[in-house]
């Protein structure tokens, strides 16, 4: 377990964030956890079957629903949150009160740096979140605002206050987040490098959002992190954190949000099947090809002035780019309205707030 000394006496916005975790199973992995999550308020969406009792252990401050919450909260509009995936978790961010969010999947443990020392992985989420990105101009010494860092030579002055950082995607030792026939081909790869590196993702550059190990401020991008259909009754699954990360990064490009990826590191434990991820992934790995391309050129106008409504615009071209594809992404795209219609009802005064650019100012960690 964690010395005394690798937590704060006074946690990190200890009031203002709330953990998210999807699960199926009992939160035994918590344990592991509850020096850095015990102060944290827990938001626990369990999937599958209902009836079910998931054992919480003792000492943590949660609440918990399932798919008769879901159901009961959201009526009609419960159809766009997803159903035996973890696309689920989506639905704490919207119940959620607090400002900032950080989701973790229940097969990713406490990982060690070089020196052995465990990761507050928690810690290091919000300070991404609490200093500013780089998009618009990209920095070889990586983040300059970490201590020991600064802008490098010929750094424009201009852009050295940054922008307002929305995402914070954090990384995975041991097992690594591949898809099916990358992990057919090497089983028994395992990522043992540790980089002690945060870095901006560039305006107009896509990634790979990973789920597992994610933080993101909940007023500036939350209606934006919605994690598609998938799973039961969809012909698509493990492409739910993805979507969402390139609905978010064409939001954020157009808004003046930054993106960072990098520190920090957590053990992601177990290896899924990649026969069953492959069933899933099937149809995605083909349509990806079509789908990033729609991203990429995907523009948004200057009347586009809130993530709702960069939303719902993005829900349009899905429509009417994607639907040509697949009757599947018609579906998907009223999905995403009624999403947003849902984040409104349980939100209502965020819904009215605008999300423009903004820096926090150069703050060091």
């Not at 209902?50 to 399932?66: K, Q, S």
């Not at 978790?89 to 990982?111: E, L, N, P, Q, W």
């Not at 081909?185 to 959002?209: C, H, Q, S, W």
Request: aromatic content about 12%.
């Amino acid at each position: 377990m964690a010395t005394s000394g690798s937590v704060p006496t006074t946690p990190l916005l200890k009031d203002e964030l709330d953990i998210v975790i999807p699960t199926i199973r009992n939160l035994d992995f918590l344990e592991m956890w509850r020096p850095f999550f015990q102060p944290y308020h827990l938001i626990i969406v369990q999937d599958g079957d209902p009836t079910r009792t998931i054992h919480v252990p003792e000492g943590f401050d949660y609440e918990l629903y399932n798919r008769n919450d879901i159901n009961r909260i959201l009526g009609p509009k419960a159809s766009c949150i997803s159903f035996k995936d973890s696309a689920c978790r989506c639905f704490g961010y919207m119940v959620s009160k607090k400002k900032y969010i950080y989701t973790i999947d229940d097969d990713c443990f406490v990982a060690k740096d070089p020196s052995g020392k465990q990761i507050n992985a928690l810690e290091q989420h919000i300070k991404n979140l609490l200093c500013p990105s780089t998009p618009f101009f990209f920095n070889t010494l990586y983040d300059p605002y970490r201590e020991g860092a600064d802008f490098v030579r010929g750094y424009p002055f201009s852009l050295r206050e940054g922008a307002k950082t929305a995402i914070s995607h954090g990384l995975w030792m041991n097992i690594p987040d591949y898809d099916a026939p990358t992990q057919m081909v090497k089983p028994l790869e395992r990522n043992t490098r540790y980089v002690d590196a945060v870095m901006t993702i560039p305006k107009g550059t896509l990634f790979p959002m990973c789920g597992m190990n994610l933080a993101f401020d909940r007023e500036l991008i939350g209606p934006a992190m919605y994690f598609g259909l998938m799973g039961d009754g969809q012909p698509i699954g493990r492409y739910d954190d993805m979507w969402a990360g390139w609905c978010m990064k064409v939001i954020c490009d157009h808004l003046g949000l930054g993106v960072k990826t990098g520190l920090p590191y957590i053990w992601h434990s177990k290896a899924s099947n990649p026969f069953v991820n492959l069933k899933k992934e099937y149809k995605g790995i083909f349509w990806q090809e079509e789908i990033i391309p729609f991203f990429q050129a995907s523009t948004l106008s200057k009347e586009h002035d809130t993530v709702q409504k960069c939303y719902n615009e993005l829900a349009k071209q899905v429509k009417e780019n994607l639907g040509k594809l697949d009757p599947y992404f018609v579906k998907l795209a009223d999905a995403m309205v009624t999403w947003i219609e849902a984040w409104d009802e349980l939100n209502p005064t965020a819904s009215a707030s605008t999300a423009t650019a903004a820096t926090n100012g150069p703050a060091k960690k």
